[in-house]
């Protein structure tokens, strides 16, 4: 036997290239073994137990890296890549642990399509040329939501509803370096935002100070952006055309719903599976694309809207849409071809996971029992942010 191949073991590596330093990993880490400086994100090989607790909160998936060696990069080493080093060894056989990981890791719909990752890179993006731009929002409202449509003529752009692509604003950081791209969820089909074409839509909230976002949502055009990707690989739309989609979001989460909605209109138009959006935010104005709904067939989509600033009216979030609708959504969660996704701000998911509760309160189906019977089944996806 070869005296070095026994040593050899599995390191957890994150991949610079795919990283936008969001902190995700580093907040989940239960034991400390992740760190980084004005470079790079990296592992300590000396702390990290591969509990992989850091791996389905990354939005990249930059964090699902793993080399075999037989000496473990330093931490030093990896704070000075640009890009990972080639896998020197072929992989080793998966632990027990990571077999048992793998079961409980979030999963794609068992109908949707397989997606295309990480097809373009901070050193090497698409271009995208700006098409439109337009307000998603109406004038009067607080909230500023962009409605963008990026052209990518000739060059491959294979995104599926659900994903996300990343966009690398001009210039350079305060080290010099290139800036790390932010993420957006894509707003159109598969098929482009003008169907047979090779378009993307963004829906894209203008942050006071950030720096990507006010570059979008100040473009012309013509003018061409640097973007990077795509990401996600679970939190995409079954092509089932029984399935069911209960779709919760609030404020510019609506944007991989409006693709949903959009890719079963122009494909599934008469599916026999239910479409149900619960939408909430401030006020009527500041709903990205609120009224489009309107010019949709009828009984083609349910939805629901909530407003926690509506004048006269008490407030009203997601997650009481949920309680009010209960006798209606009963059916569906215990209906195995039920989807449930949930996008817009961290923290929304505990609350309507209450009113599940509640939904279900006084049935045979406990919510916690469903949910993992959901999760195990490709049927509940989170993102939030």
């Not at 995409?236 to 510019?252: R, S, V």
């Not at 979030?317 to 071809?337: K, S």
Request: charged share 20%; with cysteine; hydrophobic share 35%.
């Amino acid at each position: 036997m070869n005296p070095m191949k026994s040593q050899r073991l599995t390191q957890h590596l994150i991949d610079p290239e795919d990283c936008i330093r969001c902190n995700t990993c580093e907040e989940s880490c239960p034991i400390e073994a992740i760190t980084h400086d004005d470079n790079n994100y990296v592992v300590d090989a000396n702390i990290c137990n591969r509990c992989r607790a850091c791996v389905s909160p990354c939005p990249t998936g930059a964090i699902d890296r793993w080399h075999t060696v037989d000496q473990p990069y330093t931490s030093a080493q990896q704070l000075s890549w640009q890009k990972l080093p080639a896998q020197l060894f072929p992989p080793l056989a998966p632990t027990e642990e990571v077999v048992a990981d793998a079961a409980l890791k979030a999963k794609a719909p068992l109908s949707a399509s397989k997606p295309v990752l990480h097809l373009y890179h901070r050193n090497a993006p698409a271009l995208g040329v700006v098409r439109t731009i337009e307000r998603a929002t109406k004038m009067a409202a607080e909230d500023d939501v962009w409605h963008i449509v990026l052209d990518f003529g000739n060059q491959a752009m294979p995104v599926l509803e659900g994903q996300n692509i990343g966009i690398v604003p001009p210039g350079l950081d305060a080290n010099g370096r290139q800036h790390v791209e932010r993420l957006y969820s894509v707003a159109s089909a598969r098929s482009g935002e003008k169907h047979g074409t090779n378009t993307i839509a963004l829906t894209v909230r203008r942050k006071p100070g950030g720096n990507c976002s006010n570059y979008l949502c100040d473009l012309l055009p013509g003018q061409t952006v640097n973007t990077v990707g795509p990401f996600g690989s679970t939190f995409l739309m079954p092509e089932d055309p029984n399935a069911n989609l209960i779709m919760i979001c609030t404020g510019t989460g609506v944007a991989p719903f409006r693709a949903f909605i959009q890719h079963r209109l122009r494909t599934m138009r008469n599916a026999k599976g239910r479409l149900l959006l619960f939408f909430g935010g401030r006020s009527p104005a500041e709903l990205p694309y609120c009224g489009q709904e309107k010019s949709l067939p009828e009984d083609f989509l349910d939805h629901y809207f909530g407003f926690s600033r509506h004048p006269d009216e008490s407030k009203t979030y997601v997650q009481d849409l949920v309680r009010l609708t209960a006798d209606r959504l009963r059916q569906l969660l215990v209906d195995a071809g039920t989807n449930v996704f949930l996008c817009g701000r961290r923290g929304m998911e505990s609350g309507v996971e209450e009113s599940f509760r509640f939904v279900l309160d006084g049935t045979d189906e406990a919510w916690p029992t469903l949910h993992q019977k959901m999760l195990e089944s490709g049927r509940y996806h989170v993102e939030t942010y």
